[in-house]
Nanobody, 126 residues
Framework: QVQLVESGGGLVQPGGSLRLACGAS????????VGWFRQTPGKEREFVSA????????HYADFVKGRFTISSDSAKNSVNLQMNSLKPEDTAVYYC???????????????????WGQGTQVSVSS
């Protein structure tokens, strides 16, 4: 069973950048679909971006296209989310999630994933 740990969150000014990492143990990241979601208090967890490990396809929510970039690092067995041009509305807890790519059933819904990290706080404020 894969275990996921997010890192890289913090406080940044509007227009700044952060790089989140989702480290995996107990499984090879290339065998998984890995997604990033975010959640603010009182709201549902929403899809941000995903990568299918077996074929390398990348997916983004419309509100992050051109600003965020997802990538896989096989050497570190991790998936990164580079976030540029951050806005105050990007403030949220960011979670990474994974599901076995062999049984792919989608990438944008919470129910598409079986394994979740504990989350990392991203705050964008001046």
């Amino acid at each position: 069973q894969v275990q996921l740990v997010e890192s890289g969150g913090g406080l940044v000014q509007p227009g700044g950048s952060l790089r989140l990492a989702c480290g995996a143990s107990g499984g090879t990241i290339s065998r998984y679909t890995v997604g990033w979601f975010r959640q603010t208090p009182g709201k549902e967890r929403e899809f941000v971006s995903a990568v299918r490990g077996s074929i390398g396809t990348l997916h983004y929510a419309d509100f992050v296209k051109g600003r965020f970039t997802i990538s896989s690092d096989s050497a570190k067995n991790s998936v990164n989310l580079q976030m540029n041009s951050l806005k105050p509305e990007d403030t949220a807890v960011y979670y990474c999630a994974a599901s076995i790519d062999l049984y792919f059933r989608g990438f944008a819904a919470v129910a598409d994933y079986d394994y979740w990290g504990q989350g990392t706080q991203v705050s964008v404020s001046s």
